[in-house]
């Protein structure tokens, strides 16, 4: 089971261009319907705390995917998987880059690829949106726009979200238990 953390998350992180966001949906394919280590709701709640903790989604995901199906040496095992790849990309760049970097073929290439980051960082946005409450769906898309055109840090929404999910649940308990 290791191994297999272990690779999926090594194919995961060779394979994905554009950052941690862009890998979710991957992950997400990969842990809920390849392999069926996790449920979708599960996933989505690993997601939700990964997109909390400080540093990369990816990674935050899959050390939590990997702590979830097989412990301390599972989160490992993924953490490696995925980091890897990019450890040596990174490494090989560093290498080469500066001789390359004002190649005209390089910089066209990365212009080419910036379309389709964007899409696979939009893809995992609109599939998590199904099922979702439309109030909850509406909650998002202000919160969003606020970040984005007002400038309010994510912290303070992090924060305004933990807090208002308090609320909620303590209210729905108490009426539950009205009842």
């Known amino acids: ?54 540093g990369p989604i990816a990674l935050n995901t899959a050390v939590f995917v990997g702590y979830r199906i097989k412990g301390l040496l599972g989160a490992l095992s993924s953490l490696f998987g995925i980091v890897l790849p990019s450890f040596a990309i990174i490494l090989l760049v560093a290498i080469f880059f500066a001789d390359i970097r004002n190649n005209e073929y390089v910089e066209a290439a990365f212009k080419a690829i910036r379309p389709a980051v964007v899409a696979l960082i939009v893809a995992p946005i609109v599939g998590l949106t199904k099922g979702m409450h439309s109030a909850l769906l509406i909650v998002s898309v202000v919160t969003a726009i606020a970040v984005w055109m007002f400038g309010i840090s994510p912290v303070y929404v992090l924060i305004l979200g933990a807090l208002a999910g308090l609320v909620w649940s303590i209210f729905i308990v108490r009426k539950e238990g009205k009842q």
């Open 1 to 54: 089971m290791l191994w297999q953390l272990f690779i999926s998350f090594l194919k995961i992180g060779a394979f994905t261009f554009g950052g941690g966001y862009a890998m979710v949906p991957l992950i997400e394919k990969e842990v809920i319907d390849k392999r069926g280590w996790v449920a979708r709701e599960e996933f989505l709640d690993l997601l939700t705390i990964a997109q909390s903790a400080p």
